[in-house]
């Protein structure tokens, strides 16, 4: 066992288990944004393995952009107040956007992006998460499309990090408690 894998308790979603259900999402994606041209804007770092994945299953024209919103202190957690570090770069208005998350774990973040990139008047802004946590939620958030529920479990891997480490696992484990407590 590697130094990765130990610190694990068990893994939740092997790759091949991920990597059917992105499968299935790009389908329906492509069916639902079909002569839509739509923008895919992955949120920085952590969607970026999902975001490269999903789109290659996708078979209609599409562009991307990038996002990066920093975390939230403790202090601002109650007012879901969110710091743009990089903003998108297109110009979205009239545009179909797609924001492409990770994970949804308070919501706040996710709150915050919908609520900032409808400002710029887009056709229309959905969802695409991978993780959704619904049992963390703080804020109501609508996931039109998500790749599959979990517990409030620490996971990593896939893009996910814990101290920036374990985002280039293939496939999402779940943290043992010692290594962040
Ligand atoms: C994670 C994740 C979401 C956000 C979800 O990002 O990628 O953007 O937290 O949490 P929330 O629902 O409680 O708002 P993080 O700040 O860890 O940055 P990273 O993607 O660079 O790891």
Redesign the pocket.
Known sequence: MDTMNCNLSAVLFDEGTIQKRIRELGAELSTEYTHKNPILVC?????VTFMTDLMRHMTIPLEIDFM??S??GESTISSGVVKIRKDIDSDIADRHILII??????????HYLKEYLIKHKPASVKTCVLLDKPT?HKVPVDIEYKGFEIENEFVVGY???YAEKYRNLPYIGILKEEVYI
Do not use: F, Q, T, W
């Open positions: 949120i920085l770092k952590g969607a990066s919103i975390s939230y998350e990770d994970i949804v774990d308070s919501g706040l973040s996710l963390a893009g996910l990090d």
